[in-house]
């Protein structure tokens, strides 16, 4: 089992950085895949970022590729997400998973809720226009 928790979360301006962290505890975080999604208020959770359990493949969507880094680190159980020139849409909070897979080859898969066994709490990102 993998307990992800999020962390990082805060208040920046438009055009500002954060950096948020994943500190997975439990014992398979570095055979699986991990994910960052986001849910802004009334709307649905979007996926944000993924990477495989390698770090070698990472995916996003166009609304965050270039300004979103998704990050690993297997020897502290650590996923990061870098973002940098946020925008207000951006706003959400950002929620951190672990996937049931390792790698998959179709890479929209990663995109798939369903595909994510434990989620973290979230931690909120506001960001000022």
């Known amino acids: 089992q993998v307990q992800p928790v999020e962390s990082g979360g805060g208040l920046v301006q438009a055009g500002g950085s954060l950096r948020l962290s994943c500190a997975a505890s439990?014992?398979?975080?570095?055979?699986?895949?991990m994910g960052w999604f986001r849910q802004a208020p009334g709307k649905e959770r979007e996926f944000v970022a993924a990477?495989?359990?390698?770090?070698?493949?990472?995916i996003y969507p166009d609304s965050v590729k270039g300004r979103f880094t998704i990050s690993r680190d297997n020897a502290q159980s650590t996923v990061f997400l870098q973002m940098i020139s946020l925008k207000p849409e951006d706003m959400a909070v950002y929620y951190c998973?672990?996937?049931?897979?390792?790698?998959?080859?179709?890479?929209?898969?990663?995109?798939?809720?369903?595909?994510?066994?434990?989620w973290g709490q979230g931690t909120q990102v506001t960001v000022s226009s």
């Open positions: 998973a672990a996937a049931s897979f390792g790698a998959l080859g179709d890479r929209r898969s990663y995109y798939e809720e369903d595909r994510y066994t434990y």
């Open positions: 439990g014992g398979t975080f570095r055979n699986r895949a």
């Open positions: 990477i495989d359990w390698r770090g070698g493949t990472t």
